[in-house]
């Protein structure tokens, strides 16, 4: 049993295989939390001390005794309005204007299997077991089911809450998380994943001090500018050694996680809901779904908790069949064309791509409307067969043709001014009525809230993919979200119930053709999020294509997201987004810790490069398994090193591919070494390009000196097999 309940002392303790997370109903019937951690047997309520602190107020019932004050103890949800001034999970306003919800225990229930969230990405597992904590504010009556789910074998533990009104008079939920971590002592660092477009995830390292950290995003998506995921971890902890947890928002809109030392020195770190713009009512009877948090917790460091985060992710978050699939080795048409191409230019690149080994050619944005440039077109889903010079069904048959699949962009949840769909219905974008809308990238989002607009774009985008074999599409979204007004809904829950209907779409689209490969996108990695990754297995990580940038935004997506989701191409140097010159070599083993493909044309490089590329395929293509389903290990800082390593592990460790890439360089260098991980202690491993045999002890303790070789990011690529 991984979840244990305690009747007596009222306990409810969640054990996985390394951790256990344990809360108690106290005597007032409040839920407090005890402990998260590693794994112990033990009844943790001897943690809770009881002090006469002043300026913390008590509950009623306490009110001569003082010693029990909210506003010190640490909570598993708290409230606004409760007497605790800490920061909450949940607010709520009340048809008075008051602002209190102050939640007891009403009861509880233990279930085998995962719970689901109604209309919301969520983990899904068979093995796993679901508590159910009813919580009830006794005056307005609104109910709030707190929801854990335990993968016990993983050593993952879900949160998500759903909150109900069970009085007669409306309420508005002005604020909502769904997962407070409240750790009674010790100072934290908080690693987040900060960036810009063309530069997400990049590792950021922060003290929670007294005082509010806080990160979000309030631009309708979970943004390039942090990514709603971050670890907890002590402040020794390393990749391989001490305490961390992580927690994961599986959510693609606007988010928020604060932290904060208490005047005791409690931590509280809250993932949750971006309040700002959002104020949902919810009438008698009406409920609302919390997105959900997963919470892993680590002793060994960073590494084991990447691992126990990428088997969740992609075990049970990705769906679909391609969820274990190794994926097609693709040509995308953007970086080697932009919008200049027509029909000729897609077949000639299905050719090279069958010449050079790769198997699928995705035409990228321009095929549709009046759509040249990003100025216009977007909402016209039909083919702009002038420019193509054929049918769709005619260019992709003549792809098919090659032995190549095709596959397409799309971007749904947009509108251009100067389109048709937009001069025939201006009330199905955000604009709030009397106010210039804010421009992205010269476009508008259409208001996906609303199904009307939803159906509409979904039967135009099924009559393209109908036309033909569309084995992939690329679902763009290339701007924030401005404008939170809807002709249907009140302004405060137009975020939310946008994202729901983005969920919905998609969801009716792998539904509709389960076939089909789909990858996120959102100007590169604007919305990598567990979310998306619901729907999509693999999203376009980053528009910088630059392999020694991408080393840095691949190293801080891979703490959380497991690299089967990682889109990675290699494209020409000059690179278009630094001008950088980098070899095809190391673009080339760049791209390979990802879901590989090509964004260049062909016909533009070299013969000897076209060569080299035949022989990256099939070295990708060996790899392929061992990349997508291997452990995934960091081997340096390319914040700090001179260098950047990462390693994949096969399942059986009989199968080892360590890539470098040196990053700096300078006269007469001292020589580097990086020090291999996750072998089979006690066994032997040989380089199988010089037959030179290791002892994998040696190789884990010692490591093996890098090459210094003269020259700008050179890199090497070793394959080890087990002996
Ligand atoms: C975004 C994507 C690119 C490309 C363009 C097309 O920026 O991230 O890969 O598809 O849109 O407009």
Not at 100 to 107: I, S, T
Not at 252 to 264: I, L, P, R, V, W
Not at 309 to 317: A, L, M, P
Not at 362 to 371: A, E, Q
């Amino acid at each position: 049993m991984a979840i244990l309940h305690n009747e007596e002392r009222q306990l409810f303790t969640l054990h996985t295989k390394h951790s256990t997370y344990q809360m108690k109903i106290d005597a007032y019937g409040y839920l407090i939390h005890l402990y998260y951690g590693e794994r112990i047997q033990e009844n943790m309520e001897y943690l809770i001390t009881y002090y006469d602190r002043g300026f913390s107020g008590n509950p009623y019932e306490e009110r001569e005794g003082r010693k029990y004050s909210l506003d010190v103890l640490p909570q598993e949800y708290p409230s606004l309005g409760t007497g605790d001034y800490r920061g909450s999970a949940l607010i709520i306003r009340n048809i008075d204007g008051t602002e209190c919800c102050n939640l007891h225990y009403k009861g509880y229930q233990i279930k085998k299997g995962k719970y689901a969230l109604k209309g919301l990405p969520a983990v899904y597992a068979e093995k796993a077991e679901t508590l159910e904590l009813d919580m009830e504010d006794r005056v307005s009556h609104v109910q709030v089911r707190l929801l854990y789910g335990v993968l016990e074998e993983e050593d993952i533990i879900t949160r998500s809450a759903i909150i109900v009104n069970g009085g007669k008079s409306e309420i508005i939920i002005e604020k909502a998380g769904s997962a407070c971590l409240d750790m009674l002592y010790g100072t934290y660092d908080c690693i987040s994943f900060y960036g810009r477009h063309a530069m997400e995830r990049l590792f950021q390292k922060t003290e929670i001090t007294h005082g509010n950290y806080s990160i979000g995003s309030r631009r309708g998506t979970s943004s390039h500018q942090y990514n709603p995921a971050v670890i907890l971890a002590g402040q020794n902890t390393t990749e391989d050694y001490g305490d961390c947890y992580g927690m994961v928002f599986v959510y693609s809109g606007g988010f928020q996680f604060e932290a904060e030392k208490d005047q005791f020195g409690l931590t509280r770190a809250i993932m949750g809901l971006q309040p700002d713009q959002f104020s949902y009512p919810l009438k008698e009877g009406e409920e609302f779904y919390v997105p959900e948090t997963i919470l892993s917790f680590s002793k060994k460091g960073f590494s084991r908790l990447s691992k126990q985060f990428h088997t969740c992710i992609r075990d049970h978050i990705c769906r679909g069949k391609f969820k274990d699939q190794v994926r097609p080795v693709l040509i995308n048409s953007w970086e080697g064309a932009y919008f200049d191409f027509n029909g000729d230019t897609i077949v000639r690149l299905a050719k090279d791509a069958k010449e050079l080994g790769m198997d699928m050619v995705v035409m990228d944005d321009g095929w549709f409307g009046k759509r040249d440039n990003d100025n216009s077109g977007l909402g016209d889903w039909q083919v702009n067969e002038k420019k193509l010079g054929c049918s769709l069904k005619e260019l992709i048959d003549k792809v098919n043709q090659e032995g190549i699949k095709f596959g397409i962009w799309i971007e749904p949840e947009m509108v251009s001014e100067d389109s048709d769909l937009y001069r025939a219905h201006k009330d199905w974008a955000l604009q709030i009525p009397g106010r210039k809308p804010v421009y992205g990238r010269n476009q508008l989002v259409l208001d996906f809230s609303r199904e009307e607009v939803r159906n509409y774009v979904f039967q135009e985008i099924c009559k393209v993919l109908d036309c033909g074999k569309v084995d992939y599409v690329k679902w763009d979204m290339n701007r924030s979200l401005s404008d939170i007004y809807s002709t249907e809904r009140l302004p405060g829950t137009v975020l939310y119930d946008y994202m729901l209907g983005v969920y919905d779409f998609l969801e009716k689209l792998i539904k509709r053709y389960p076939d089909l490969l789909l990858e996120g996108c959102s100007g590169g990695g604007g919305r990598f999020d567990a979310g998306m990754l619901y729907y999509a297995p693999q999203i376009w990580c980053s528009d910088n294509t630059d392999a020694v940038d991408r080393i840095k935004i691949q190293y801080g997506t891979s703490f959380f997201y497991p690299i089967s989701t990682v889109g990675s191409h290699v494209s020409a140097v000059p690179n278009h987004q630094t001008g950088r010159v980098t070899s095809l070599q190391t673009r080339g083993i760049v791209a390979m810790a990802g879901t590989f493909g090509y964004e260049l044309d062909p016909d533009k490089i070299s013969k000897e490069e076209r060569e080299e590329i035949k022989g990256q395929i099939i070295t990708y293509k060996k790899y392929a398994s061992l990349i997508q389903t291997g452990e995934y290990y960091r081997l340096s800082n390319p914040f700090s090193d001179p260098y950047a390593a990462w390693m994949f592990v096969s399942k059986d460790k009989k199968h080892i591919l360590l890539n470098i890439v040196v990053t700096e360089i300078h006269g007469n260098m001292e020589v580097s070494f990086v020090k291999l991980k996750g072998l089979q202690t006690g066994a032997f491993y040989c380089d199988t390009a010089t037959g030179k045999v290791y002892q994998a002890d040696a190789l884990m303790a010692a490591g093996i000196p890098i090459p210094f070789e003269l020259g700008e990011f050179c890199s090497y690529q070793i394959e080890f097999l087990l002996q």
